[in-house]
């Protein structure tokens, strides 16, 4: 991390942070402040209360994420696209004879002479113990590579490398001696939990932070079942992952830190809050407790942190950057899906924007979504994907709609939707841990909306006058074309849903035709906000809602099974009492942040 830190700063993306700072609160408001302005990585020279400095923003921009990997980017996306095209390869021997040599830096190397991970012994307390939001529960590792082993074929080829989340302090963990572990259902760190656990015995963590950041984005890589991050780590590094037993847990020898634990069988405690990717907190619920065993330091360790919160933020550099790399993977995956766009403005996971083909029944003389639903189908059962409430999919003949181009996207689509065929639900199902707007942790619902064909409709470009005198329901305001906020009354309990969209379904039932441009209504708390940017549009309509519960429609009927409506959907995506709070900044603390930026500090001319 030193010598990756070193070398941005020789060539301008990076800044030393010389005055003392606070890790509560005051780090993380830099942090965002600076990603705002498109700053450059930070180091945090003098962190109060803590023993080693801190860095943040590394992987602030594509464009500086490209530059720390600019010696093997070219190499690894080749060997991707060989992946999937082998044959490729075997045609041009000579010109690939270094790619052959590249891979061989993809075998990790198992005690090396140096270890420097060892140098020193520390405790947890020693770290920069980094709060991000105001009602986080504690600090948290933000960039941490969390590694265990498969108890039936254990060995680092068969390990599992990921990023998940690790509270450091606060709520009932014993200083020094606990911390927290949170992690998705479907994750490899689960799967080994589970064999552990019936075999009754402990799981070994070792948490990796630091080293080389091709360590770090291995982490996150969404990488086919079976193959190791770690040889991807020695592919982009350009230097195998070195690493080394001790105490019977797995050591990255070049980690600046590794905090090595135990979690036992049913062995949980309170972990969070936390603030989220999706620009909420995730609450409060019990998760794993890690039992500390070592953690160990290199003697110019430097801690790396980053901040999430409502998107975009550094964690979206990551996407851009996973997608450089992997270009086109999902379609060899995926038959008939050309592409797919989680969409980083409505948190992710909410929603998905995907083309596909349309190749089924060519005889047929009326085009309608069939093969689309096969893929949606495919769409929704692959690794993180399988997380999305919303997914958008469309066939285009022409190549005329990109699923990465969001209101061209959403224009093609809501013409060509049949509202009263086109909407398909899947109910009780699971979504997110992180996301609120479901019946329970895990748990929600699902829509698929799968538009093909001609248009049937013109897209309004203006709010109609059947909407701007509703009892009950004010401001309307256009978000795209198409796509009208209004603002209702704040919402109250479920029970009370059923009145109100019968009150508005009464209103507009007879102005159906007269409301055609216009397919979907988000009923909201703020119209003028949530109209405000394409931005605040996805993150209201889209982080908000539980599509099972929180979608309606005027004149809305079920027949055979399937829901539809005849005049405009309604998206309630009004603030549920259930739902996580959102993020805000601590206004004393952002005058603190004004400071360095002043003429003197370190952030002038930066901020």
């Known amino acids: 991390m030193r010598e990756c830190l070193t070398d941005l700063e020789k060539h301008g993306h990076l800044v030393r942070i010389k005055e003392e700072v606070d890790p509560h609160l005051e780090m993380a408001a830099i942090h965002l402040r600076v990603y705002e302005a498109g700053g450059p990585a930070l180091l945090f020279e003098n962190v109060k209360g803590a023993r080693f ?90 960039l941490p590579q969390v590694y265990t082993e498969d108890f039936d074929n254990p060995g680092i080829m ?63 890589m969404p990488l086919p079942e ?125 929603l998905l924007l995907a083309v596909g083909s349309e190749r089924y029944t060519p005889y047929m003389p009326a085009k309608q979504p069939s093969e ?70 895990n748990s929600g619902s699902k829509v698929v909306f799968a538009a093909y064909g001609a248009p049937v409709r013109a897209l309004c470009t203006e709010v109609p006058e059947a909407l701007k005198e509703l009892q009950g329901f004010v401001n309307p305001q256009l978000c795209l074309p198409g796509v009208i906020a209004l603002q209702a009354a704040p919402f109250t309990a479920y029970d009370q849903v059923p009145g109100e969209i019968k009150a508005l379904d009464e209103q507009l039932l007879e102005k159906v035709d007269a409301l055609g441009s216009a397919p979907v209504i988000i009923l909201c708390d703020d119209a003028s906000f949530t109209a405000a940017t394409v931005n605040n549009f996805l993150w209201v309509a889209f982080t908000r809602c539980n599509p099972s519960h929180d979608i309606h429609g005027i004149g809305a009927f079920v027949q055979h099974k399937h829901w539809g409506c005849r005049g405009p959907l309604l998206i309630d995506a009004r603030v549920k009492p259930h739902h996580a709070p959102p993020l805000i900044k601590d206004p004393a603390v952002e005058k603190r942040v004004d400071q360095l930026a002043a003429k003197g500090g370190s952030l002038h001319g930066i901020l």
Request: glycine share 10%; aromatic share 10%.
């Open 226 to 350: 079976g193959i190791s991050e770690m040889t991807f780590a020695g592919l982009l590094g350009g230097r195998r992952f070195r690493y080394f037993y001790e105490d019977g847990f797995c050591l990255s020898a070049d980690a600046d830190f590794v905090i090595t634990g135990t979690v036992h069988p049913g062995d949980n405690k309170p972990e969070g809050p936390f603030g989220d990717h999706l620009g909420y907190y995730s609450l409060t619920h019990p998760f794993p407790l890690m039992k500390v065993h070592g953690v160990y330091a290199r003697k110019d360790a430097v801690w790396p942190f980053t901040v999430v919160g409502r998107p975009p933020q550094e964690d979206t550099s990551f996407g851009a950057l996973i997608h450089e790399i992997t270009g086109d993977a999902l379609k060899d995956e995926i038959p008939g899906l050309k592409e797919v766009n989680a969409v980083d403005a409505a948190g992710v996971h909410p």
């Open 158 to 220: 068969k390990a599992n490398l990921g990023m998940y989340r690790i509270q450091l302090t606060g709520n009932e963990y014993e200083r020094d001696k606990e911390i927290g572990l949170h992690y998705q259902l479907h994750r490899g760190i689960g799967v080994h939990q589970t064999k552990a656990n019936k075999r009754g015995e402990p799981l070994k963590v070792s948490c990796f932070v630091g080293g080389p950041p091709a360590h770090t984005l291995a982490a996150v």
């Open 372 to 441: 689309l639903l096969t893929i949606a189908n495919h769409v929704l059962g692959t690794g993180q994907l399988s997380l999305a409430k919303f997914l958008f999919i469309t066939a285009d003949d022409n190549n005329a709609v990109s699923a990465h181009h969001i209101e061209p996207y959403f224009r093609y689509v809501l013409e060509r939707l049949h509202l009263d065929r086109d909407v398909h639900f899947y109910t009780h199902t699971t979504i997110d841990t992180l996301d609120y707007s479901g019946q329970g942790l």
């Open 53 to 142: 400095p801190a860095a943040s923003n590394i992987f602030g921009t594509l464009d500086r994420s490209k530059f720390l990997f600019r010696d093997t980017l070219d190499k690894v996306q080749r060997l991707i696209a060989h992946r999937s095209d082998p044959i490729k390869a075997l045609k041009a021997p000579v010109k690939n004879f270094s790619l052959g040599l590249a891979a061989l830096k993809a075998l990790p190397l198992k005690n090396p002479s140096d270890k420097p991970v060892l140098q020193q012994r520390i405790r947890i307390s020693d770290l920069p113990l980094i709060q991000h939001w105001p009602m986080d529960g504690g600090a948290f590792v933000t």
